[in-house]
């Protein structure tokens, strides 16, 4: 892949933005490629990063400017690859942890909502910037708004204020800030974190939060029925034993 780094250490796969020249700004190729990343994963958790000095910049220059040419239809097909991408990542059944640093603007912002946490360098500069180019946050609006809510949706998407980690942490957009020499080291710590889990339990919990959102009115059978599965599978007999024995469980890096 020619718009994206791939690395796997241990039971995590690393995906890092590649286009530095340009910030890390989407095109037709790096949504392609980061579309059929997301869609195949067979590790514990992946961490999202970035190239160069800033995490990703929203849409390239010139993949918009080739967009001014393009039909309703063609417009039409367009935004739907890019929805696919964003819908890749936020489906994707392991946790996606983003790791952020200088900037994340427009469709870098809608990066960070299908993220499940979010660490960010102290200075990374944050917006909801479409509406400066006569257009709207619309994509990514769905998972913007599930995010931070519709409330604060409606002053940065109408306003496109800069703003910074701290408001950011505010808004739910991100869960940690630290400096960026610790960047790797809290992206680390939020790894070991998720490994104490099991692999099944934290994907049944990841569905489990879409399901509820998207059906309210059945939260209840949800969880009984999650639950329900948990406890007979191996995995959760495994933890149950393992808590009552005082032992560590078996998929822990000292079970």
Same mark, same amino acid.
């Given at each position: 892949?020619?718009?994206?780094?791939?690395?796997?250490?241990?039971?995590?796969?690393?995906?890092?933005?590649?286009?530095?020249?340009?910030?890390?700004?989407?095109?037709? $190729?790096? *949504?392609?490629?980061?579309?059929?990343?997301?869609?195949?994963?067979?590790? &514990?958790?992946?961490?999202?990063?970035? +190239?160069?000095?800033?995490?990703?910049?929203?849409?390239?220059? +010139?993949?918009? &400017?080739?967009?001014?040419? =393009?039909? +309703?239809?063609?417009?039409?097909?367009?935004?739907?690859?890019?929805?696919?991408?964003?819908?890749?990542?936020?489906?994707?059944?392991?946790?996606?942890?983003?790791?952020?640093?200088?900037?994340?603007?427009?469709?870098?912002?809608?990066?960070?909502?299908?993220?499940?946490?979010?660490?960010?360098? $102290?200075?990374?500069?944050?917006?909801?910037?479409?509406?400066?180019?006569?257009?709207?946050?619309?994509?990514?609006? @769905?998972?913007? *708004?599930?995010?931070?809510?519709?409330?604060?949706?409606?002053? =940065?998407? *109408?306003?496109?204020?800069?703003?910074?980690?701290? *408001?950011?942490?505010?808004?739910?957009?991100?869960?940690?800030?630290?400096?960026?020499?610790?960047?790797?080291?809290?992206?680390?710590?939020?790894?070991?974190?998720?490994?104490?889990?099991?692999?099944?339990?934290? $994907?049944?919990?990841?569905?489990?939060?879409?399901?509820?959102?998207?059906?309210?009115?059945?939260?209840?059978?949800?969880?009984?029925?999650?639950?329900?599965?948990?406890?007979?599978?191996?995995?959760?007999?495994?933890?149950?034993?393992?808590?009552?024995?005082?032992?560590?469980?078996?998929?822990? @890096?000292?079970?």
């Amino acid at each position: 892949m020619s718009t994206i780094l791939k690395t796997v250490e241990d039971d995590v796969l690393h995906i890092s933005l590649n286009r530095p020249e340009v910030r890390n700004a989407f095109n037709a $190729e790096m *949504i392609a490629e980061v579309t059929e990343s997301f869609s195949s994963i067979s590790q &514990r958790a992946v961490v999202l990063s970035g +190239e160069g000095k800033a995490f990703c910049a929203g849409g390239d220059l +010139e993949w918009m &400017r080739s967009s001014i040419d =393009y039909t +309703e239809e063609q417009n039409l097909a367009d935004a739907k690859r890019l929805a696919e991408m964003f819908t890749a990542i936020d489906t994707c059944p392991c946790p996606v942890i983003g790791k952020v640093h200088g900037a994340a603007f427009g469709g870098g912002l809608g990066l960070l909502c299908v993220c499940d946490v979010v660490v960010a360098a $102290e200075e990374t500069k944050f917006c909801f910037s479409e509406v400066k180019l006569g257009l709207a946050p619309a994509v990514i609006s @769905s998972f913007a *708004i599930a995010k931070i809510g519709p409330g604060q949706a409606r002053r =940065y998407f *109408i306003t496109s204020e800069v703003f910074g980690p701290e *408001i950011a942490k505010d808004l739910g957009l991100v869960h940690e800030i630290a400096s960026v020499d610790a960047l790797d080291s809290t992206a680390a710590d939020l790894l070991s974190a998720v490994r104490q889990g099991g692999p099944n339990a934290v $994907e049944e919990a990841k569905c489990l939060i879409r399901a509820i959102a998207e059906k309210p009115q059945d939260a209840l059978d949800l969880s009984a029925a999650s639950i329900a599965k948990l406890r007979v599978s191996a995995e959760g007999q495994e933890g149950v034993r393992a808590f009552l024995e005082k032992r560590k469980p078996a998929w822990t @890096s000292g079970g």
